[in-house]
């Protein structure tokens, strides 16, 4: 019942949904309220025209009724678990995550609106396109890419939609795999985003990853690659971060702890407040003091004052921390473990239904099977011209 009383701001553009309701809200008028005000209202809203809708719309009563007994049943606390998303294209709403929340429970996703959201908010393209991208003399022949070389080439810009410049290279780790770093800085709007994506063939196996942090400055100098794929969790910290949450991050453990910390930060507080950490107005007292906690146990780690452990779970095996030691020799602060991915990790990442072997002559009869169809269709159109000629004489 606790989560109930988190905190959610909701924008006028954003969408609610219920997902075990299979009720969607749409957009409309802005609310600061909490979970179960959220659900209070709609439910409200329901069943104050169902007597109406008996009478006017009897074959959609009772699925209304269904609905407003299992949205009883969740505010009663009798039908738990239940899951809500808010869908806000602007950007501007929030619902507060918790100290407790584990890997899943609490996630957010940012993505690039689609051109029809643009229009709806009222943010139009940009007129002019984006200058001819400089050549990239780094390119082979074959038009490969060299690793170390700085490849730069023209993008839109998903926050204004100018035109921007997008910035590559080819990293190759040592002891690991060749990594691809891309940033994006837009100079109308102030915009930037950095991300590392990971290539070659998927492994048969995910990877745990567990590094104990206990020798201060010189473990938080040791590179780390997070996928987007990635899971990471600090128990010491009481931190969680879920796939996807960052993107895909290559810097140092300090510098992957201070992002978390900023962005977090960003997010408690600017969302209920002013930003710094005298914002955080409109939360309840107790709240707050647990969040300032949280965060002081986050500086004292990053500071190198406190030793914690980092547990990244990668269902790809895509991430990886920089050993001290050479290898083959292993790290005695590092342990590594392989584990099968299970059927929702496997959902999650398009593997379940992904074909590698016979595709081929899947296709081909997939294609033998469309043109069967055709031609049976086409001579199902020649029989009825024949009979539309003969009934109209000709």
Not at 33 to 45: F, R
Not at 255 to 280: C, H, K, M, Y
């Amino acid at each position: 019942m606790e989560d109930f009383a988190r905190q959610v701001v909701k924008s006028d553009t954003a969408t609610v949904k219920f997902i075990e309701l299979d009720l969607e809200v749409p957009a409309g008028k802005g609310q600061l309220t909490n979970v179960e005000g959220l659900l209070s209202t709609i439910i409200n809203d329901l069943e104050f025209g169902q007597e109406a809708r008996k009478e006017q719309m009897p074959e959609v009563y009772p699925k209304i009724a269904e609905i407003i007994a299992k949205g009883r049943a969740m505010l009663d606390g009798s039908s738990f678990p239940f899951r809500v998303t808010v869908d806000d294209p602007a950007g501007n709403s929030f619902i507060t995550p918790d100290l407790k929340d584990g890997v899943g429970k609490w996630e957010k996703h940012e993505y690039l609106r689609t051109p029809e959201q643009n229009e709806a908010l009222g943010i139009s393209a940009a007129q002019a396109e984006a200058a001819a991208a400089a050549a990239n003399p780094g390119l082979t022949a074959e038009g490969d890419i060299i690793p170390n070389e700085v490849y730069s080439f023209p993008a839109t810009c998903p926050g204004c939609m100018h035109p921007c410049t997008t910035h590559m290279k080819m990293v190759d780790i040592p002891h690991f795999k060749q990594v691809v770093l891309m940033s994006t800085v837009c100079d109308d709007c102030g915009y930037r985003s950095n991300d590392v994506k990971t290539g070659g063939e998927i492994p048969d196996k995910g990877e745990k990853i567990v590094i104990s942090i206990s020798n201060g400055a010189v473990d938080l100098a040791r590179d780390i690659l997070k996928s987007e794929t990635c899971a990471l969790e600090c128990p010491e910290l009481n931190l969680s971060v879920n796939p996807g949450t960052l993107g895909g991050r290559f810097t140092t453990i300090e510098g992957l702890l201070t992002q978390v910390r900023d962005d977090l930060r960003s997010q408690i507080f600017e969302a209920n407040g002013n930003s710094g950490s005298s914002g955080g107005d409109s939360l309840i007292p107790e709240e707050k003091a647990k969040w300032e906690e949280f965060f002081g146990g986050l500086d004292a780690a990053i500071n190198g004052e406190r030793p914690f452990t980092i547990i990244l779970t990668d269902p790809l095996a895509s991430s990886f921390v920089q050993p001290l030691v050479d290898p083959p020799a292993p790290d005695p602060q590092i342990k590594r473990e392989y584990y099968d991915r299970t059927d929702e990790e496997e959902e999650e990442l398009g593997l379940k239904d992904m074909k590698v072997e016979g595709y081929e002559e899947d296709a081909a009869a997939d294609a033998a099977a469309a043109s069967a169809e055709k031609t049976e269709e086409e001579k199902k159109g020649a029989e009825f011209d024949k009979i539309l000629d003969a009934s109209m004489g000709r």
